[in-house]
């Protein structure tokens, strides 16, 4: 009488999941994926030397991303989450042939993924900032996965300095949104989702949802890739920390720690000290 075979035990991997952006504004994505995977560890590192980068041509933010991938790759990670939409947009090709076998997640295509699940109407308006809309991101993540999907994108750059500012939900705020939004939606074949596409815009989010007409869906950029990257360990694509393992956050930075832990703990809803990021030299 043969045993059935019993199924080979899960592998776990204890290293941190790496995660870069030109700044501060990722750290929403972080916050994200320590909500949506409590048990694991993470390294986030800010590029604060030479954000923003927006402003940067594409082959020096491909230059840079890859520069800040190859830095979190020799400390030890275990997967790649690009939380600035340009660098994702620029060079996330780059990114996922240079590391062969490593999960690399950008943040464009899971927030498109979820802007067609949520739009009824087939409408769907990108709020993001000049670099962002200019480069097309976020249009051609859309018309790849859904040809009859009308984008309407706006830049949104005034958002970018009052999120940082710790002004996202203020009468300030309110009246910027109130600019930016007041040209779509007096009609009503108005888009029925706003997708966020910058990784500050999370900040501004309730501000936001007081002006959208109601039944208008918001998408966070943010939180859909913290979703993709869980999927990712529930599939078994991406190894999952051991139940014991002690979770951890390290945080590195190119320049400035006295202004990331400021600015950084309005994103991440939790104090930093300036003695908690670590400088690094990545080129």
Same mark, same amino acid.
């Given at each position: 009488m043969s045993r059935s075979a019993e199924p080979a035990p899960r592998l776990v991997d204890d !290293? *941190? #999941?790496g995660v870069f952006d030109s700044g501060v504004g990722g750290l929403t994505v972080l916050r994200a994926l320590e909500s949506a995977l409590p048990g694991e560890s993470f390294l986030y590192l800010g590029d604060t030397a030479r954000l923003p980068y927006g402003t940067k041509s594409p082959a020096s933010v491909v230059r840079y991303a890859t520069q800040c991938a190859r830095l979190l790759v020799r400390s030890g990670v275990? &997967? %790649?989450v690009i939380a600035c939409n340009t660098a994702a947009s620029a060079a996330l090709p780059? %990114?996922?042939a240079a590391h062969p076998g490593m999960p690399v997640v950008g943040v464009v295509e899971p927030g498109a993924r979820a802007a067609l699940a949520a739009t009824r109407n087939r409408r769907v308006l990108v709020l993001a900032t000049e670099g962002? #809309? !200019? &480069? /097309? $991101?976020y249009q051609s993540a859309l018309a790849r996965l859904a040809a009859d999907v009308a984008v309407t994108p706006i830049g949104c750059s005034v958002f970018v300095a009052l999120a940082e500012e710790g002004w996202g939900d203020s009468d300030v705020a309110e009246h910027a $949104? !109130? !600019?930016? %939004?007041g040209a779509i939606y007096p009609h009503p074949s108005a888009p029925d989702t706003v997708l966020l596409g910058c990784t500050h815009f *999370?900040?501004?989010a309730p501000t936001l949802a007081r002006l959208l007409p109601a039944g208008v869906a918001l998408v966070d950029s943010a939180a859909t890739t913290a979703a993709a990257v869980a999927e990712l360990v529930a599939a078994g694509d991406l &190894? *999952?920390? /051991? $139940?014991g393992a002690e979770r951890a956050t390290r945080f590195l930075a190119t320049d400035g720690p006295e202004r990331f832990a400021r600015v950084g703990s309005q994103f991440l809803a939790r104090p930093l000290g300036a003695a908690d990021i670590e400088i690094v030299d990545v080129a």
């Open positions: !290293r *941190p #999941i275990k &997967a %790649l780059e %990114l996922v962002t #809309i !200019r &480069a /097309g $991101a $949104a !109130r !600019r930016y %939004l *999370p900040v501004l &190894a *999952p920390a /051991g $139940a």
